[in-house]
């Protein structure tokens, strides 16, 4: 590489933004100031554009427009399922969810048990993939409860099997949320077929924009809305609308459709093995064959994750202890896999993207060998 390096592997906390989207920022953002909902041309022509943007969107994941509606983002939209006012207007008493979320979705959860609504964690498995057997008892025991499902870890990368853990709660009426703000473009996303009736997502996972994001809603008329005002999003969302956003997750899903999934695996898998023949004994958490193909969780024994970190960042190499949320906290993800503090406390996710190159990987390890290995 030449000059000072930049070599950013923490694409999991938010990524870089995608080629179409900096051209579109660079030459057209100007142009879309006028207010969407403005019933003059220029209001209508924007409009009219984020209407297009909605349909993309939702064949993007396999659903009906009239079931999109933007929000600020995957917090926003996990926060207006997982509020008391929704499950106390759905009649719902009980959620199901498990140890290894997102603060996004634990946070909330926590705020429910405040609010008395009973929470059940599901069990799950060494690599962080949920117990079948467990759910279905749980829901058999709680009809109509919602259950909040992560797709893909944040931290780990492991993937659910999600339309299997829905067929399970839809034998007992139950409601199901889907957290897939890690799987756009890394995933082949079908809601319809996976059969879920809430699903979150966020655009600067994936090159967009930071502050957009959106909510699948099954059935309209079973959201309660957490913001209210204007009649924006057919009342179910009120704010002007975040023209610049919308454009930008559009956009920034078109170039998904470039990404070479493969090469990016290669790269991941490379980078493991390694690491695997460094003379301290590392450890790859989770590395189960259902895991998205850019992310990697590995274990060095002893060392300060953040720490390293540090060092690492001091050399231009841009990694994480886990979930940017968490800070330097040691992982409660980890923990919730069975890991003891210290152990959690001795791991850093690498996360990759389409646009990393093999040479980035080879400075890093380099750099991972001298912090760690010498
Ligand atoms: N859920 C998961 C799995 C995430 O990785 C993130 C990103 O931090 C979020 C939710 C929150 O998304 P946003 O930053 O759009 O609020």
Redesign the pocket.
């Known amino acids: 590489m030449h000059g000072k390096p930049q070599v950013y592997f923490d694409n ?2 938010t990524t870089r933004l995608s080629r179409r989207v900096e051209a579109w920022l660079k030459h057209d953002f100007a142009d879309s100031y006028a207010n969407p909902s403005s019933i003059h041309l220029l209001g209508q022509e924007l409009g009219n554009e984020i209407e297009n943007d909605r349909r993309y969107i939702a064949d993007f994941v396999g659903v009906n427009s009239k079931n999109i509606f933007f929000t600020s ?4 939209a ?1 926060n207006s399922i997982l509020h008391p006012l929704f499950l106390q207007e759905n009649g719902i008493e009980t959620v199901l969810t498990s140890q290894l979320e ?1 603060s ?2 634990d946070g909330c959860v926590e705020r429910l048990r405040q609010h008395h609504i009973k929470v059940i964690y599901i069990n799950n498995d060494a690599d962080g993939l949920l117990c079948p057997e467990h759910l279905a008892a749980q829901v058999q025991s709680h009809p109509h409860a919602l259950v909040t499902l ?1 797709g893909a870890n ?1 931290e780990t990368g492991v993937i659910q099997d999600v339309a299997q853990l829905t067929t399970i709660c839809k034998t007992h009426d139950c409601l199901v949320h889907l ?1 897939g ?2 799987m756009l473009g890394k995933l082949p996303v079908n809601l319809a077929a996976m059969n879920v009736d809430f699903a ?1 997502f ?1 655009a ?2 994936i090159g967009g924009l930071k502050g957009i ?1 959106f909510i699948y809603v099954h059935e309209p008329s079973q959201f309660t809305p957490l913001i209210v005002g204007g009649g924006q999003e057919k009342g179910l969302r009120a704010g002007t609308y975040n023209a610049a956003g919308i454009r930008s997750l559009r956009l920034a899903l078109e170039d998904t459709r470039c990404w070479d999934l493969q090469k990016i695996k290669n790269m991941r898998d490379g980078f493991e093995d390694a690491v695997s023949n460094f003379k301290i004994k590392t450890q790859v958490n989770c590395q189960h064959p259902s895991r998205l193909c850019n992310t990697s969780n590995i274990y060095f024994p002893n060392l300060p994750a953040h720490a390293v970190v540090m060092e690492l960042a001091m050399r231009g190499i841009y990694v994480s202890v886990g ?3 968490n800070g330097a906290e040691p992982s409660r993800v980890l923990m919730g896999l069975g890991f003891d503090r210290d152990y959690a406390a001795s791991c850093l996710r690498f996360s990759f993207a389409d646009f990393n190159r093999g040479a980035e990987v080879e400075y890093a390890l380099e750099a991972l060998h001298e912090v760690v290995d010498t």
């Not at 983002?73 to 926003?76: S, V």
């Open positions: 999991n906390a983002g995957a917090t926003e996990i997102h996004a979705v992560l944040n957290d703000a890690q979150s966020s600067h996972k994001g979930s940017a949320c």
